[in-house]
């Protein structure tokens, strides 16, 4: 079974960071590109940073120079190292596989930024 565990999200004013975590099994992890998707109240769920295999990153406009995507090949994780949060990056966040795998959504977490 296909399980993605993430974690890391909290309460934040703006201008802080926060650093999500992903814990993958189920899938050939060290193949596999992995992406954090996040979703805004009333919007829809988005893509906004992608790693490789081979370490190639990504990222939406509206977090590049913000958000860094990591992954630990040896422990099956990815991570989100985001830095100058701003309120509209209140969202729940997801990790999944990129293109995602539709029936492998996980719980997500909250991630709210204050004014």
């Known amino acids: 079974q296909v399980r993605l565990v993430e974690s890391g999200g909290d309460l934040v004013q703006a201008g802080g960071s926060l650093r999500l975590s992903c814990a993958a099994s189920?899938?050939?992890?060290?193949?596999?590109?992995m992406g954090w998707y996040r979703q805004a109240p009333g919007k829809q769920r988005e893509l906004v940073a992608s790693?490789?295999?081979?370490?190639?990153?990504n990222y939406a406009e509206s977090v590049k120079g913000r958000f860094i995507i990591s992954r630990d090949n040896a422990q099956n994780t990815v991570s989100l190292q985001m830095n100058s949060l701003k309120p509209e990056d209140t969202a729940v966040y997801y990790c999944?596989?990129?293109?995602?795998?539709?029936?492998?959504w996980g719980q997500g977490t909250q991630v709210t930024v204050s004014s």
């Open positions: 999944n596989l990129v293109p995602e795998l539709s029936r492998s």
């Open positions: 189920g899938i050939i992890f060290r193949i596999s590109t």
């Open positions: 790693i490789t295999s081979d370490s190639t990153t």
